[in-house]
């Protein structure tokens, strides 16, 4: 999967019309809340095959945190 790929999946996980990037700030978006953490463990798990937590997802303060966790 490629970044481009990745950030496009991730938007749909967020169901967001906003714009994001690596750069992107979780605080930022207002659809980051225990849900999207929570569909978030479930993306890396079903797209990547990264087993993670719902402590290590809130730590995370960036999409480029998420998009490391998944290798990219």
């Known amino acids: 999967m490629t970044p481009e790929e990745f950030l496009?999946?991730?938007q749909n996980v967020l169901q967001?019309?906003?714009?994001?990037?690596?750069e992107t700030a979780l605080?930022?978006?207002?659809?980051?809340d225990s849900l999207?953490?929570?569909t978030t463990v479930?993306?890396?798990d079903k797209e990547f095959g990264i087993v993670t937590n719902f402590a290590e997802v809130?730590?995370?303060?960036?999409?480029?945190?998420?998009?490391?966790?998944a290798g990219l």
């Open 58 to 69: 809130q730590n995370m303060q960036t999409v480029k945190d998420i998009m490391t966790k």
């Open 36 to 38: 999207a953490m929570i």
């Open 27 to 32: 605080a930022d978006l207002s659809e980051w």
């Open 42 to 44: 479930a993306f890396l």
């Open 16 to 22: 967001t019309d906003s714009a994001i990037s690596a």
């Open 8 to 10: 496009n999946k991730f």
